[in-house]
């Protein structure tokens, strides 16, 4: 009784949404921030001003951080591996593992949360088109960066062209380091892990992973302080749109349901069907029992006392 009544209720929860529709849309998407990144390549000395200009930016206001943590990073393999590790392989790991996760266990989320992923990084796509970055590792050596995904590139997959596996670097756009979807990402898994994490220990990943995001992309010389903060501005910005969005798709579809649709038809739920046959088979068995047992014969009386003496 319970696996027959969880599986409609969860669909309802999701709005009536299937695996097989919500792939394709998640590959969409990731295809579009894929392309996106490789087709708006931008101005190469466009986008190298652009990072010079956010670097000075930072000085004058001391938030830097990005010089010190490269530094460490670049100088302490047992900090740099592990980092180039990170920011190659859990960009892409750990958001469709959340994803699945709120799908099987938080099916009253998944939709609203899917949603708001896909607005973020649309947002940011236009992010990358309107202002191409070249990143802190691609800038002149005078500006002190190290590029530690080249420096470390023999331990992993990667080559010299950010997270790229070797020989497919030309598929990638190095020139999109603002706004940071790797920051960006990891704060939505962040939230939805805290928000929405039973036990203290998915919690507590739910702060370290975009923390550590954060350290990552920066010491890694991939992204500089403010595309981190240009990251999270992209998520607020598309928590705020979600909800407008997902209340115009719902009147969309509910518009084009009443102009093509035919009447709609009542159809009970089972529950309430089962509920309503049961009542009426009882209903016989009931009247009899209110009702005191009716002579067969209109005339017939009843037999006669007996009488004693």
Request: with cysteine; glycine share 12%; net charge positive.
């Given at each position: 009784?319970?696996?027959?009544?969880?599986?409609?209720?969860?669909?309802?929860?999701?709005?009536?949404?299937?695996?097989?529709?919500?792939?394709?849309?998640?590959?969409v998407?990731?295809?579009l921030?894929?392309?996106?990144?490789l087709?708006?390549?931008?101005?190469?000395?466009?986008?190298v001003?652009?990072?010079?200009?956010i670097?000075?930016?930072?000085?004058?206001?001391t938030?830097?951080?990005?010089?010190?943590?490269n530094?460490?990073?670049?100088?302490y393999r047992?900090?740099?591996?592990?980092?180039?590790?990170?920011?190659?392989?859990?960009?892409?790991?750990?958001?469709?593992t959340?994803?699945?996760?709120?799908?099987?266990?938080?099916?009253?989320?998944?939709?609203?949360?899917?949603?708001?992923?896909?607005?973020?990084?649309?947002?940011?796509?236009?992010?990358?088109?309107?202002?191409?970055t070249?990143?802190p590792?691609?800038?002149a050596g005078?500006?002190?960066?190290?590029?530690t995904?080249a420096?470390?590139?023999?331990?992993?997959?990667?080559?010299?062209?950010?997270?790229?596996?070797?020989?497919?670097?030309?598929?990638?756009?190095?020139?999109?380091?603002?706004?940071?979807?790797?920051?960006?990402?990891?704060?939505?898994?962040?939230?939805?892990?805290?928000?929405?994490?039973?036990t203290?220990?998915?919690?507590?990943?739910?702060?370290a992973?975009p923390?550590?995001?954060?350290?990552?992309?920066m010491g890694?010389?991939?992204?500089?302080?403010l595309d981190a903060?240009?990251?999270?501005?992209?998520?607020?910005?598309?928590?705020?749109?979600?909800?407008?969005?997902l209340?115009?798709?719902?009147?969309?579809?509910?518009?084009?349901?009443?102009r093509?649709?035919?009447?709609p038809?009542?159809v009970?739920?089972?529950?309430?069907?089962?509920?309503r046959?049961?009542?009426?088979?009882?209903?016989?068995?009931?009247?009899?029992?209110?009702?005191?047992a009716?002579?067969?014969?209109?005339?017939?009386?009843?037999?006669?006392?007996?009488?004693?003496?």
């Open positions: 009784m319970t696996m027959t009544t969880t599986a409609p209720r969860a669909a309802t929860y999701r709005g009536g949404l299937r695996w097989w529709t919500e792939l394709p849309l998640i590959a998407v990731y295809g921030y894929t392309t996106g990144r087709l708006v390549r931008g101005d190469v000395v466009r986008a001003d652009h990072g010079i200009a670097l000075h930016l930072e000085t004058a206001l938030l830097d951080p990005e010089r010190w943590l530094t460490l990073f670049s100088r047992a900090l740099g591996i592990p980092a180039d590790f990170w920011y190659a392989s859990l960009h892409y790991l750990v958001t469709p959340v994803l699945v996760w709120l799908w099987r266990r938080r099916p009253t989320v998944y939709r609203f949360a899917r949603t708001w992923l896909m607005t973020s990084t649309l947002i940011g796509l236009i992010g990358f088109t309107l202002a191409p070249a990143p590792r691609l800038l005078r500006h002190g960066f190290v590029d995904m420096q470390y590139g023999s331990y992993g997959w990667w080559g010299g062209d950010a997270s790229a596996p070797r020989g497919l670097g030309g598929l990638t756009n190095q020139y999109a380091a603002m706004p940071s979807l790797h920051v960006g990402w990891s704060l939505w898994c962040g939230v939805m892990l805290w928000r929405h994490g039973r203290r220990f998915v919690r507590a990943l739910g702060i992973y923390l550590g995001t954060t350290l990552v992309v890694t010389a991939n992204h500089y302080f903060v240009a990251g999270a501005a992209v998520m607020g910005l598309g928590f705020l749109l979600t909800k407008p969005f209340r115009a798709v719902d009147g969309l579809r509910g518009a084009v349901t009443a093509f649709a035919g009447p038809r009542q009970s739920s089972p529950v309430v069907a089962s509920s046959d049961a009542a009426r088979a009882e209903r016989p068995a009931g009247r009899q029992a209110a009702h005191p009716v002579p067969a014969q209109r005339g017939a009386r009843p037999p006669a006392r007996e009488s004693h003496g």
